[in-house]
Nanobody, 115 residues
Framework: QVQLVESGGGLVQPGGSLRLSCGAH????????MGWYRQVPGKEREFVAS????????NYADSVKGRFTISIDDAKNTVYLQMNSLKPEDTAVYYC????????WGQGTQVTVSS
């Protein structure tokens, strides 16, 4: 059963913005923490950002600090990743998951930053 569905990726020019969405097939209010990850072919999946559901505590990879913002919309049961000032090195497939105990990975959403 698909538990996580990512969307919102696409092709964007350097300096542009995208907002990724992550829908979960369970109530996020029961989750301690949610995170975003990304993977480039041939490389390991890497951490991008995470957020605590109850305390709203946010963590970011150094490479995205000041450019990306993670948030949760409880009413929509959705986790977002607002990505601004995108760089070619942000090109990857982006995934969401629960950092404490990974669930089956979704299909991800492709983000391509290129002129």
């Amino acid at each position: 059963q698909v538990q996580l569905v990512e969307s919102g990726g696409g092709l964007v020019q350097p300096g542009g913005s995208l907002r990724l969405s992550c829908g979960a097939h369970w109530r996020l209010s029961s989750t301690y923490r949610m995170g975003w990850y990304r993977q480039v072919p041939g490389k390991e999946r890497e951490f991008v950002a995470s957020i605590g559901y109850n305390d709203n505590n946010k963590n970011y990879a150094d490479s995205v600090k000041g450019r990306f913002t993670i948030s949760i919309d409880d009413a929509k049961n959705t986790v977002y990743l607002q990505m601004n000032s995108l760089k070619p090195e942000d090109t990857a497939v982006y995934y969401c998951n629960t950092p404490a105990n990974f669930r089956p990975w979704g299909q991800g959403t492709q983000v391509t930053v290129s002129s």
